[in-house]
């Protein structure tokens, strides 16, 4: 295994990782409110780890890896929006 | 198998807490849950294409990462004004 | 004037985005993707005319990326670190609603693009989501998942 296969590797084992205890988080969790705050990692970090993955595999200057990472840009971005306007949501639900 | 469809076949394990997350709880719960099982899915397809190599599912990937969130959104904003 | 600039640099940003993400000049892709961007460039300025708000960005604000970056690294540790003591048989975590003091500026196209990005920056990081912004108050209302609230640095950024 060459390095860059090592580090591509440990990328996605963090991305894994990240997105594992995300979901457990979502799961675990009590209240919505409690369970948005989840899906801003498994949002915003695993996606630009696996990205950068892809990057490192393919080149960034070749479609695979501009395209990764410009899904991970796109997650990434609108997260905020997505938590704040759910957020909204469960405030407006939450039981008093 | 490489590196790539192993974290393919993680990522998929990781739909089981959502799906459990979707069928519980009150309808904000859900909405959260199935948010997280969407993201997981445009991870999914991701490393599955890496894995494939199959060129198309990129692209499948980038068309639900465009159309999820803003999915979400709007049912949030939907559920929120008339439910 | 002004109307046909923006127009014309948001068709160029999309047909650009287009032309990368297919990795080529096509003969038959291309003048499509250029339509496409001239759809998508129409329909931003629509949206923009009808929710009746201008909005100017500045350069100088990507001076808060690195803070943003930072603070989600730090926050997902935490976020995390929660999770794992609640998995450990520990507490649920005390979380709580704050509202921290927030510049709102005025009805400016400058302040309106800040309002908006602050609340996005505020709500990147995982441990925090902005629930309302009281203008007339000058308030942010924030959710945070660990109890213990930061402090701020600024009023204007309230990262």
């Known amino acids: 295994m060459s390095a860059r296969e090592a580090v591509i590797a440990a990328l996605l084992l963090l991305a894994v990782v990240t997105v594992a205890l995300s979901c457990t988080g979502v799961l675990v969790m009590r209240t919505p ?44 971005a609108f997260a905020p929006v997505l938590s704040h306007q759910t957020g909204q949501l469960a405030d407006a639900r939450r039981e008093p | 198998m490489n590196v790539w469809l192993l974290a393919s076949a993680a990522l998929l394990l990781c739909l089981v807490p959502c799906t459990v997350g979707v069928v519980r709880g009150t309808s904000a719960d859900r909405l959260v849950a199935l948010a997280a ?42 559920y929120r004004r008339w439910l | 004037m002004e109307g046909r600039f923006r127009f014309l640099r948001l068709w160029v940003l999309f047909t650009a985005i287009e032309v990368l993400l297919v990795g080529k000049l096509d003969p038959q ?48 540790l935490r976020v995390f670190g929660l999770l794992l003591r609640r998995l450990a048989g520990g507490p649920l975590p005390d979380d709580r609603t704050v509202e921290i003091p927030f510049d709102c500026g005025g009805d400016d196209p400058e302040s309106n693009a800040r309002r908006a990005l602050a609340v996005a920056a505020v709500s990147c990081a995982p441990n925090s989501i902005v629930l309302d912004l009281h203008r007339a108050r000058g308030t942010l209302r924030v959710h945070y998942l660990d109890g213990n609230v930061p402090k701020p640095r600024s009023a204007e950024w309230p990262l």
């Open chain 1, 33 to 76: 409110l409690q369970r948005l705050h989840y899906l801003g990692p498994l949002a915003m970090v695993a996606p630009v780890l696996i990205g950068i993955a892809v990057a490192l595999a393919h080149g960034v200057y070749a479609g695979a890896g501009l395209k990764a990472l410009f899904i991970a840009l796109v997650l990434a």
């Open chain 2, 37 to 78: 099982a969407t993201l997981v899915c445009v991870l999914a397809l991701l490393t599955i294409e890496q894995g494939l190599e199959r060129q198309s599912f990129f692209d499948l990937s980038l068309a639900m990462a465009v159309l999820a969130i803003p999915s979400t959104l709007l049912f949030a904003r939907f």
């Open chain 3, 29 to 76: 892709e291309t003048p499509v993707g250029a339509v496409v961007g001239a759809l998508a460039a129409w329909g931003t300025i629509s949206v923009l005319r009808a929710s009746g708000e201008a909005y100017r960005l500045r350069w100088r604000w990507l001076a808060i990326v690195p803070r943003l970056v930072a603070g989600v690294v730090r926050d997902t």
